[in-house]
């Protein structure tokens, strides 16, 4: 079945460094990929997609790849904020009945 | 943009009675909704999938007569945890598919501490 493996955390970074999350899927046919946030006490947010092969999604400075040849949608960020701390979620979307598989959830802190 | 409302976000209770969440959709129908639990420092972990009009399909390991899910109408789903206990505690979440390429909105989350 569908699964994804993401980077075991907690990641612990100062602002402005660089951030990378690793996260990798196992899946049939051709899934989309999602990366969600969420911060303490609260529920998800969608903050990046991608639909197919080689799209890149992009919000609030956050980017990731989809790398079907290494079945891979690493999340990066250029430059934390302390803003940034949360849990971030990798998951996968495999059918049209909206149900996805989700990663464990990687903790990033950011130290001012 | 599509929204979800959770509610409600903090449910104190004891040991022995029920509660219940509510899951809307405000903007948009929602034929599916799921539920799901979120242990401390932990993943997701999908309970049911709500279908509207119809009974919800729970996964395996989730007693379906213990979490009780009602979806009568395209922009409401139930969860009701009856006869909670205290391993019951926990953060509950809703989510529902509000367009294409399986993008899922999630609610806000229900803490739910049973004494």
């Known amino acids: 079945g569908d699964s994804v493996t993401q980077m075991e955390g907690p990641v612990t970074l100062s602002e402005e460094a660089f951030l990378t999350i690793n996260c990798t899927y196992t899946?049939?046919?051709?899934?989309?990929l999602f990366w969600y946030v969420q911060y303490p006490g609260e529920g998800l947010q969608l903050l990046l997609k991608?639909?197919?092969?080689?799209d890149k999604g992009s919000n609030k400075g956050f980017e990731a790849t989809y790398r079907k040849e290494t079945t891979s949608f690493h999340l990066e960020k250029g430059s934390v904020q302390v803003s940034d701390s949360a849990v971030y979620f990798c998951?996968?979307?495999?059918?049209?009945?909206?149900?996805?598989?989700f990663g464990d959830g990687t903790t990033l802190t950011v130290k001012p | 943009g599509a929204v979800v409302s959770q509610h409600p976000s903090r449910v104190i209770c004891k040991s022995g009675t029920s509660v219940k969440i509510e899951c809307r959709s405000l903007?948009?129908?929602?034929?599916?909704m799921f539920w799901y639990r979120q242990f401390p420092k932990q993943s997701l972990m999908l309970m049911a999938t709500?279908?509207?009009?119809?009974?919800?399909?729970?996964e395996q390991g989730v007693e379906k007569d213990k979490f009780l899910i009602n979806h009568a109408s395209l922009t409401l789903s139930t969860l009701t945890v009856t006869s909670a206990h205290p391993e019951d505690s926990s953060f509950y979440i809703c989510?529902?598919?509000?367009?294409?390429?399986?993008?899922?909105?999630f609610g806000a989350g229900s803490r739910l501490t049973v004494l």
């Open positions: 709500s279908n509207e009009g119809s009974k919800a399909t729970y």
């Open positions: 998951a996968l979307g495999n059918t049209n009945a909206g149900k996805s598989t």
């Open positions: 899946a049939t046919g051709y899934p989309s």
């Open positions: 991608a639909t197919k092969a080689d």
């Open positions: 989510s529902a598919s509000a367009g294409g390429a399986n993008v899922l909105t």
């Open positions: 903007d948009f129908q929602a034929t599916t």
